[in-house]
């Protein structure tokens, strides 16, 4: 068997049995075993799901991430390897991201005389939910590392196209929820009531103008309401209504901002209507912020192994990395998969011809920053 038919092999078998969040335990097992199998040492911290390997010798460090978790979708691609879980999908990729590092870890392995230092390699459970990297990080796994790579397949770039950009990148991700609390009435005799629904209506319209009309319109931020739940039946004006939805910006000052007048916009509400609307917000991870010296090191492996490079756009979707480059230098990036169907579509079906040439591109990357002083 060639070692891109390993390689694809594995990402198919990963595939067809994908896992929750912190739900890894098979997905874990046949990690461990594929890794254990070619001679990995996998190092023994204190993990309920996800793996941790080591290959080389020396004082010095470098990591390379996988996230290995999936999505609760259920797949419609129509692939021969599709999902046997029902509901749950590989429908981000983490499949073919941890075939890819499982792949650099093969052939570091048979480089392994040859490296200067030693090449730490994560396996991370709950990305999706946001909760992995810290998981990694308290268990120890950034202990002496001195730069950290990871990468996410991009279904809008062709295969052979790689691109990343120093400085922020992924954006930080918050979470909201607006309870509505007016005074019911029969729909006969609004007037006795106070409409919970009229009042969420103009929230929605309220909150858009924070990104439009509060925030320079040369910063990136977004605010969506993505749910609105309420009343039960076509003749109520319901007493409550909840709103939810998410906010994305590159900058703190700007996600601190945002977070103020959602609170603001909603206290004025209150007041003018004589409802009740309580806010809790939730922060989900911070804005990824890449090395710029790891970023341009790593565009510059990318070029010498024969990918087409190019400075990524900035991203407005979250990335649990992002916890790890707030504590070690590095830099995440972007390898093409050319999908006709995005990230987290129950049809998304990424190239798997992308899979190899990354596995080299890391295995070279990890290789070469060992070396960097």
Not at 121 to 147: C, D, R, Y
Request: aromatic share 8%; with cysteine; proline share 3%.
């Amino acid at each position: 068997m060639t070692f891109a038919q390993q390689l694809v092999n594995w990402r198919r078998e990963l595939h067809q049995y994908p896992e929750l969040s912190g739900q890894e335990v098979a997905t874990t097992a046949r990690i461990r075993h594929w890794l254990e199998s070619a001679g990995l040492r996998l190092l023994p911290y204190s993990l309920a799901t996800g793996v941790v390997a080591e290959v080389g010798h020396g004082e010095k460090v470098i990591a390379l991430r996988a996230d290995i978790d999936a999505l609760p979708i259920q797949e419609t691609s129509g692939v021969p390897f599709s999902s046997q879980n029902e509901g749950v999908m590989h429908a981000c990729g983490h499949d073919v991201h941890s075939s890819v590092i499982l792949g650099a870890a093969l052939l570091l392995k048979q480089r392994e005389a040859q490296l200067t230092g030693r090449v730490r390699l994560l396996f991370q459970p709950a990305e999706e939910n946001f909760t992995g990297a810290k998981a990694l990080i308290k268990a120890g796994s950034l202990e002496n590392v001195s730069a950290i790579f990871g990468m996410h397949n991009e279904p809008g770039l062709p295969v052979g196209t790689f691109a990343t950009r120093g400085g922020a990148f992924y954006a930080n991700v918050d979470r909201f929820v607006l309870r509505v609390k007016g005074k019911g009435a029969h729909a006969a005799r609004p007037h006795e009531g106070n409409d919970a629904i009229v009042l969420a209506s103009q929230l929605v319209v309220a909150l858009q103008t924070i990104a439009s009309r509060n925030i320079d319109t040369l910063d990136s931020v977004i605010v969506s309401v993505t749910r609105i739940q309420g009343g039960n039946t076509w003749n109520v004006l319901p007493e409550s209504v909840e709103l939810e939805g998410t906010v994305r910006t590159h900058r703190a000052d700007i996600q601190r901002q945002v977070e103020k007048r959602v609170n603001e916009i909603a206290s004025g509400f209150s007041s003018a209507f004589g409802a009740q609307i309580d806010v809790e917000w939730f922060n989900g991870p911070v804005t990824l912020i890449n090395d710029d010296k790891w970023a341009a090191f790593a565009t510059r492996v990318a070029q010498d192994v024969g990918y087409k490079t190019q400075t990524s756009k900035l991203h407005m979707g979250g990335e649990d990395f992002a916890v790890y480059l707030q504590t070690i230098p590095g830099a995440f990036v972007s390898i093409g998969s050319a999908s006709e169907y995005g990230l987290h579509h129950s049809a998304f079906n990424p190239d798997e011809a992308l899979i190899e040439d990354a596995a080299r591109y890391f295995a070279t990357l990890a290789e070469q920053a060992l070396r960097v002083n």
